[in-house]
């Protein structure tokens, strides 16, 4: 086990870090729904087949949908981040390196998560303005 002049970062460096990395995700999430939002409200609505009706309702499900996940998601990295910072406190009083790579580990999947929601999101807009280009001509 680590000690803490092995590891040199303390348990408030590492909860400020990790709350830090909470926020911003947090605060890109918001951001990517808010654009989203603000993408299909200005957006045009002439009169299109049902078809591509159909592709703005299935795109606003997505867009419902990712809100709805965002939350749990938030409360569970929450959830985990307190139990490990409280199983780091209760065993040593500062963390260990492995902790501190499972931390990353944790954000840089929830990184990924949020990268390739963001790139539905991009793909889905792309599809409605090409359906709608495509309309137009």
Do not use: C, Y
């Not at 348990?11 to 989203?36: F, H, P, T, W």
């Not at 963390?95 to 790579?101: L, T």
Request: proline share 3%; charged share 35%; no cysteine.
């Amino acid at each position: 086990m680590a000690n803490a002049t092995n590891v040199g970062i303390s348990l408030a460096d590492v909860r400020e870090s990790v709350k830090r990395m909470q926020n911003e995700g947090e605060k890109l999430v918001v951001r990517i729904q808010k654009d989203a939002r603000k993408f299909v409200k200005s957006t045009p609505r002439p009169a299109v087949p049902q078809a591509i009706v159909d592709l703005g309702k299935q795109a606003e499900k997505v867009l419902r949908d990712l809100e709805e996940r965002r939350a749990p998601l938030v409360d569970s990295l929450r959830h985990r981040v307190q139990a490990l910072a409280d199983a780091v406190t209760k065993t040593l009083g500062v963390a260990e390196a492995e902790m501190v790579a499972e931390l990353a580990r944790e954000v840089t999947g929830l990184t990924l998560r949020i990268a390739n929601l963001e790139r539905r999101i991009d793909l889905l807009a792309k599809e409605t303005k090409a359906s709608k280009k495509g309309q137009a001509a």
